[in-house]
């Protein structure tokens, strides 16, 4: 696996929205993302640890990436869009609504191996029907690897997010297997990790690194730049994010 070397350009979720145009509070309402994020994403602190005796047990682990997948659909109007890794359904939910709330039909495909009964019950009670009726959900209970290789050739999306297994050679399939289905959009891959941020089978860095100059990326800084941080962290202290990757005339 070759080494990260952490050098990339890198902007934060605010100059991405003021590119984007957007304003918080009047294209969106934080408390939405809030709401979806507790409801899907939120995570508790384990008693005892350092986060839990000096910040709380709850915390909103970069409810960001939502708002970052739902500002790049609802502004470049993508409606075809793949998801590897659902976890617990936020951005599948983030990116259903950003379609819907442009008023048009859309897709969003996400596939993971370890979908479970009680995970996919919850997401459905989140969901809103009207939604459904207009974004079509197709959720792909079979690892990525397997997803592409049953894939039509010629099936195209608009933007495909990254974020199943972060292990070397699986990102590396996963971002060989999305280029060949995405001619204009964005490929957004999850757990870009600083050299100073070293954790077990996370190595999405290393493969970043590792692309040609030719393709061009950013990180972007998300978690919790939006929203108050409560370990007090600004986006200097921030040695992560999530790597954007404009593909053709977007
Ligand atoms: C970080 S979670 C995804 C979170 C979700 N994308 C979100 O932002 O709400 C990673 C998910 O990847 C899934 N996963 C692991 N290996 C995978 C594979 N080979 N293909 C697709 N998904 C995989 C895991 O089951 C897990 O649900």
Redesign the pocket.
Known sequence: MPSRTGDIQTVTINQVLEDLDIVVGEDFAMGDFDVLGWQ??AKVRERGSHGYNHHGALFRP?YE??IL?HSLIQKKGLVKIL????????????AANAIYGKGINGEVT??????DQQKLDNFSSVLDPAITSMVKINTMG??????FDSLHPKARFDFI?I????RYD?VRK?YENAVKHIDRGYILM??YHMPTKVEKDIDVSNFVDSLPSSVERKLVLTDRLLFNDDRGKTSDDLDYGMVLIPVGDI
């Not at 998801?83 to 983030?94: H, K, Q």
């Not at 996400?110 to 979908?115: A, S």
């Open positions: 899907l994403a970069n990436r939502g997948v998801e590897i890794g659902f976890g617990r359904g936020y951005v599948t939910t983030c996400t596939v993971d191996p370890f979908f079979q690892t990525s690897d397997h997803y997010f974020d199943g297994d972060h699986s996963d999850d757990d």
